[in-house]
């Protein structure tokens, strides 16, 4: 296995690349980014790829938009990226196996399930990857 | 639009989920066109329906007539659109020069004339991927997860909704229009359609003529195969049907639309009478061609494939058999030969 992290972090010694929410929006109206950026980095600060977004208010249909970039969500966990909990409830959410497979039923602060890695899948769904 | 879809599809067979029911139409497409050529007019009993398949809009011999029957009115084609007002370039050019300028602007009439397609209505996406009780009750809203990788054709995205009750389900055909113009915006494109689309401002519209207007609206904002695009289609056709008003779309890129869902509900009566009275007997020929291609098993493609006939003798077959106005048509007919002997006698 060749360890790209320690590659990728040559000159950021003991951290580790993250897949977080970083917080944008006005007083009262949050939005988020879904963002691969380095872990000792501000919340907010510079990030080296933006992923994706996710809205948390819901929008006249009654629905809360998320949007995600597969392709290079898989290269940052492919380099040894770590999600945090809210951004592996998300994926896990849409069905995207991304998560471990040891990854099954860590409940969450309000109680809530997290999707079981052990499903049955159809034959077709070109997102996951069963590991 | 249709053929680069479906090159793109075939070629990435992996991702073929959404594409599954669009793959077929394509590639039933093709079949037909090869039975078409396969069999050259062996027409003497209706019964082999099979070896008769009508032609589809997408044909090229179609859309040869089609774009011939259209008319190049440069004039027309090139008319002002409402824009900045700049001042006029003026230049001066030879002759040689002035006829290369004159021959762009012919190529560049051509491309703005290329017609939209027309394709078979979508079926609705009802695809359920998942059913997980436990998440049921977690939240009251709807989460809409659309894939943003940068290269993928919109048609094979996923966009996927995960509803309160726990159902993952595939996103229907309007929440994939709406996401995308949210994540992928088209210039013009609103989320919501306008209030213009609606029954009474469509009738305001046709009261001022501006069906050209509607239609190029339309074209902007609905994907060419949804329902309200041809809700919005069928209701302008009917309408200029109704008033006679052909010339209104004709030499835009719109008529051919308008040609070809003439023939398939089979009233082509009132444009013929309206060509024969502009003096487009050509045009009118090739529409009567473009008709007995369409519906190979009527009465007058019979009669026409038995006597090989070509020109005017095609428009009198149409006349005698299937036509609902046959008077107006043969008295055009009689003029126009009596002015072609005066002419060249």
């Not at chain 1, 950026?37 to 790829?49: L, P, Q, T, V």
């Not at chain 2, 989320?191 to 305001?204: A, D, I, Q, R, S």
């Not at chain 2, 309408?239 to 008529?255: A, P, Q, V």
Request: with cysteine; glycine share 6%.
């Amino acid at each position: 296995i060749v360890h790209y992290t320690s590659l990728l972090l040559r000159k950021y010694h003991g951290g580790h690349v993250a897949i977080r929410l970083a917080l944008g929006g006005a007083t009262n109206r949050p939005f988020y980014r879904i963002v691969a950026a380095y872990n000792k980095r501000s919340r907010d600060g510079k990030y080296i790829e933006q992923l994706g977004s996710y809205d948390p208010l819901p929008n006249i249909y009654n629905e809360k938009l998320v949007s995600f970039n597969f392709d290079r969500i898989k290269y940052w966990m492919g380099c040894g990226a770590h999600p945090t909990k809210p951004v592996a409830k998300l994926l896990g959410e849409c069905w995207s196996f991304v998560l471990k497979p040891y990854m099954n039923r860590i409940s969450f602060s309000g109680g809530q399930m997290w999707t079981q890695t052990g499903i049955k899948l159809p034959e077709d769904h070109g997102v996951q990857e069963k590991q | 639009m249709a053929a680069r879809c479906a090159g793109r599809a075939l070629s990435r067979a992996a991702r073929s989920v959404i594409n599954a029911e669009y793959n077929r139409a394509a590639r039933s497409q093709t079949v037909q066109r090869l039975t078409c050529t396969a069999a050259p007019g062996s027409s003497s009993s209706g019964q082999d329906a099979d070896r008769l398949k009508a032609v589809q809009f997408a044909d090229a011999e179609v859309q040869d007539i089609l774009n011939r029957i259209t008319g190049l009115d440069l004039n027309k084609v090139f008319q002002p659109v409402k824009q900045e007002l700049k001042p006029p370039k003026y230049r001066l050019l030879t002759d040689t020069q002035l006829e290369e300028a004159a021959h762009k602007a012919g190529t560049q009439a051509k491309k703005l004339l290329k017609m939209p397609p027309v394709l078979p209505e979508r079926k609705p996406i009802e695809e359920v991927l998942c059913e997980d009780k436990m998440l049921e009750g977690m939240d009251k809203a709807k989460y809409v997860f659309t894939d943003i990788t940068y290269n993928i054709p919109h048609r094979e995205r996923f966009i996927v909704v995960r509803e309160p009750s726990g159902t993952l389900r595939k996103a229907s055909w309007e929440e994939r229009d709406r996401l995308l113009q949210v994540y992928f915006p088209k210039n013009e494109r609103k989320l919501t359609p306008p209030p213009m689309f609606k029954e009474e401002n469509l009738k305001v519209m046709f009261g001022q003529n501006r069906h050209h207007a509607v239609l190029n609206y339309c074209l902007v904002q609905f994907e060419p195969d949804s329902a309200e695009f041809k809700r919005v289609h069928a209701l302008t056709y009917e309408d200029i049907e109704k008033n006679g008003k052909y010339n209104l779309l004709w030499s835009t890129r719109l008529f051919g639309g308008l040609v070809w869902h003439l023939i398939s509900s089979q009233r082509i009566d009132g444009l013929l009478s309206d060509m024969l009275q502009r003096d487009r007997v050509h045009d009118a020929e090739s529409l009567v061609h473009l008709f007995n291609l369409a519906h190979p098993q009527s009465d007058s493609a019979l009669q026409a494939q038995q006597q090989q006939a070509s020109g005017l003798e095609l428009l009198k077959i149409y006349a005698d058999c299937e036509c609902q106005r046959p008077g107006f048509i043969k008295l055009a007919l009689q003029v126009y030969e009596q002015t072609k002997t005066q002419s060249s006698a």
